[in-house]
C-alpha cells in the first residue's frame, strides 16, 4: 500500500538495526479479491464498543480496538459484518497496527503495549514500555524493522526492534528515546504526544503534540525533534491520528471534527494546506485508515457520556 523509501541505521537496537523507511503493513493477511468493491459510509459497531484505533491490511478487513474492555474487533468493510476476534485484558486499546505477518501491535495507554495474533486472538507479547509515571502508550507505527510507540504523558517514544523474520523482541529489549529539540513537554497529565507516522522519504517520523496542536519531524537516532513548518494553517489542536500516503499527510483533529489535508515535503520539514474533510456523521473521530481510495475513522465519541447501550461507529469518506 505504502510506496518504499530509502531508510537509515538506527545505533540503540540491541538486535540489529531499527530503521525508519516505508511502513509495515497487514497485505499479506488475508486473501481478498482485488476488486472488492466499496462498503456503506457508515459501518456500525457493537453498542458499548468504545473504539479509539483502526488498522486495515491489504483485504477488506479493519480492526478497532476497544477503549473500554481492550477487545479487539475485525469488521469487513464491504459488509459492515463483523465480530470480537481477540477478548479484551480489561483495560484499554488504544492505537493498533497490523504487520504483514497477521499480528496486530497495540498501544494499551497505562498498560504498555501488547502483540495479539489477529486470526486467533492470542497474545503473544506484552511490554512494559515506561519506566515513569503518569504514562499513557497512545498510538503505534510499523517500520519494516521496529514498532514505535508514544506516551502522551511522557516526552518518550518507544521501540519495540524487530529481528529477521519480524522475530518480537524480549521484554527486556525495549527502546526508550528521549524527545528533545522543538519539543517542549505540557504539564500534567495533557496530552502531548500522539498520533506517529514517518516522513514521506522514510528518512525520519512525526508526531503530533495534541495540547500544544503542533506537528514534530523526529530523529529517531537521537530524539531530535524540529518543528514542522506548516505555513499559516491553524494549529493542529486536538490533533489525534496521522496518516501518510505518498508525499499526502492527513491529520484526525477529533474533536473538531475534522481530517485536515496537507503535502509535505519528502523530508517532512514542512508542508503546505490543501483542504480539510468533514463530515455530518463525524462524532469525534479520533485515527484514520485507507483502503481503496477511501478513509475509514472510528467515531470515539468523547463528548457523549459512555454506557453499555451507546452506538458507535466507523465514517467512510473518500480521499
Same mark, same amino acid.
Given at each position: 500500500?505504502?510506496?518504499?523509501?530509502?531508510?537509515?541505521?538506527?545505533?540503540?537496537?540491541?538486535?540489529g538495526l531499527l530503521t525508519v523507511g516505508a511502513a509495515a503493513t497487514g497485505a499479506a493477511l488475508v486473501g481478498a479479491p482485488a476488486h472488492a468493491a466499496a462498503g456503506p459510509a457508515v459501518i456500525p459497531l457493537p453498542n458499548?464498543?468504545?473504539?479509539?484505533?483502526?488498522?486495515?491490511?491489504?483485504?477488506?478487513?479493519?480492526?478497532?480496538?476497544?477503549?473500554? @474492555?481492550?477487545?479487539?474487533?475485525?469488521?469487513?468493510?464491504?459488509t459492515g459484518t463483523g465480530?470480537?476476534?481477540s477478548a479484551g485484558p480489561g483495560t484499554p486499546s488504544v492505537g493498533l497496527k497490523l504487520d504483514d505477518r497477521g499480528r496486530l501491535f497495540v498501544a494499551g495507554r497505562g498498560e504498555g503495549a501488547r502483540v495479539v495474533d !489477529?486470526?486467533?486472538?492470542?497474545?503473544?507479547?506484552?511490554?512494559?514500555?515506561?519506566? =515513569?509515571?503518569?504514562?499513557f502508550a497512545n498510538d503505534?507505527?510499523?517500520?519494516? *524493522?521496529? !514498532?514505535?510507540?508514544? @506516551?502522551?504523558?511522557?516526552?518518550?517514544?518507544?521501540?519495540?526492534?524487530?529481528?529477521?523474520?519480524?522475530?518480537?523482541?524480549?521484554?527486556d529489549d525495549v527502546v526508550r528515546i528521549t524527545l528533545g529539540g522543538d519539543w517542549s513537554q505540557a504539564p500534567g497529565e495533557v496530552?502531548? !504526544?500522539?498520533?506517529?507516522? %514517518?516522513?514521506?522519504?522514510?528518512?525520519?517520523?512525526?508526531?503530533?503534540?495534541?495540547?500544544?496542536?503542533?506537528?514534530?519531524?523526529?530523529?529517531? *537516532?537521537t530524539g531530535v525533534t524540529a518543528r514542522v513548518d506548516l505555513g499559516d494553517a491553524a494549529p493542529l489542536t486536538n490533533g489525534d491520528g496521522l496518516l501518510v500516503?505518498?508525499? +499526502?499527510?492527513?491529520?484526525?483533529?477529533? %474533536?473538531?471534527?475534522?481530517?485536515?489535508?496537507?503535502?509535505?515535503a519528502a523530508d517532512g520539514r514542512s508542508g503546505v494546506f490543501r483542504r480539510r474533510i468533514t463530515d455530518p456523521a463525524f462524532d469525534v473521530p479520533t485515527?484514520? !485508515?485507507?483502503?481503496?481510495?477511501?478513509?475509514?475513522?472510528?467515531?470515539?465519541?468523547?463528548? +457523549? =457520556?459512555?454506557?453499555?447501550?451507546? =452506538?458507535?461507529?466507523?465514517?467512510?469518506?473518500?480521499k
Open positions: 500500500m505504502a510506496p518504499t523509501h530509502g531508510s537509515f541505521a538506527h545505533p540503540l537496537s540491541r538486535r458499548g464498543f468504545r473504539p479509539e484505533g483502526i488498522t486495515i491490511g491489504g483485504g477488506p478487513y479493519a480492526y478497532l480496538g476497544s477503549l473500554g @474492555d481492550g477487545s479487539l474487533y475485525r469488521v469487513d468493510l464491504r465480530k470480537i476476534v !489477529a486470526r486467533s486472538g492470542e497474545i503473544l507479547a506484552s511490554y512494559v514500555l515506561s519506566t =515513569t509515571t503518569p504514562t503505534v507505527f510499523l517500520t519494516p *524493522r521496529a !514498532a514505535w510507540f508514544t @506516551d502522551s504523558y511522557q516526552p518518550v517514544l518507544y521501540a519495540l526492534p524487530l529481528g529477521r523474520h519480524g522475530q518480537l523482541p524480549d521484554p496530552v502531548n !504526544a500522539n498520533g506517529i507516522t %514517518r516522513t514521506p522519504d522514510g528518512s525520519a517520523l512525526l508526531v503530533v503534540q495534541s495540547g500544544v496542536g503542533t506537528l514534530h519531524r523526529v530523529d529517531p *537516532r500516503t505518498g508525499r +499526502t499527510l492527513y491529520v484526525v483533529q477529533n %474533536r473538531q471534527n475534522a481530517v485536515d489535508v496537507f503535502t509535505l485515527t484514520v !485508515a485507507a483502503f481503496r481510495g477511501r478513509l475509514y475513522l472510528p467515531n470515539a465519541r468523547f463528548t +457523549t =457520556t459512555p454506557t453499555p447501550e451507546t =452506538t458507535y461507529a466507523i465514517v467512510s469518506v473518500p
